[in-house]
């Protein structure tokens, strides 16, 4: 393989993580609104089918067209990498996270404007809830930012793995 090949290769690879940064970014922000969505489509792929079909078993075929679904799903995957990430949180950066996402769902009245309008509701929220335990306690912009890239990161790597299984 020569130079130009292999930049071409790396230049595409470094492409599709940064599209799954990005995926990772918006399923961690609208997981909510994201497995509402993914389970009302399931229920519908499930319930539709044949019905009364002699020598069937509905519940397992139903069970059948769920697990198909899921195993086709992307937004299963990233779902249940989510899941799994925010179960090795610690409850500071749980909370982080409530909050990051109560910003995002507030950034939409256009009070935050720019790449990180989040970051000082996010502090001064984080700082009242841990304050009370910790007087004096501020978390600092690098902090949350590093924090935020970790979550992304780490969701997007489970979600790789989940894929290869």
């Known amino acids: 393989m020569n130079d130009r090949a292999r930049q071409l290769e790396a230049k595409k690879m470094a492409e599709r993580i940064q599209q799954d940064h990005q995926k990772a970014e918006h399923y961690l922000l609208w997981y909510h609104k994201e497995y509402k969505a993914y389970q009302e489509a399931r229920k519908i792929f499930v319930t539709r089918g044949r019905y009364g079909c002699a020598g069937r078993d509905p519940t397992g075929d139903a069970a059948e067209r769920g697990i198909f679904f899921d195993m086709k799903s992307e937004a299963f995957s990233w ?26 769902l507030q950034k939409s009245n256009g009070f935050s404007r720019g790449r990180h309008g989040w970051m000082l509701r996010v502090q001064r929220k984080l700082a009242e ?11 600092g912009e690098r902090t949350l930012r590093s924090w935020w890239k970790d979550m992304v990161i780490r969701t997007a790597d489970i979600q790789t793995r989940l894929q290869k299984k």
């Open 79 to 104: 779902l249940r990498a989510v899941d799994l990430m925010e179960q090795e949180l610690p409850n500071e950066k749980y909370l982080f996270l409530t909050l990051r996402r109560e910003a995002e």
């Open 129 to 139: 809830v841990i304050g009370k335990d910790h007087p004096n306690y501020w978390p």
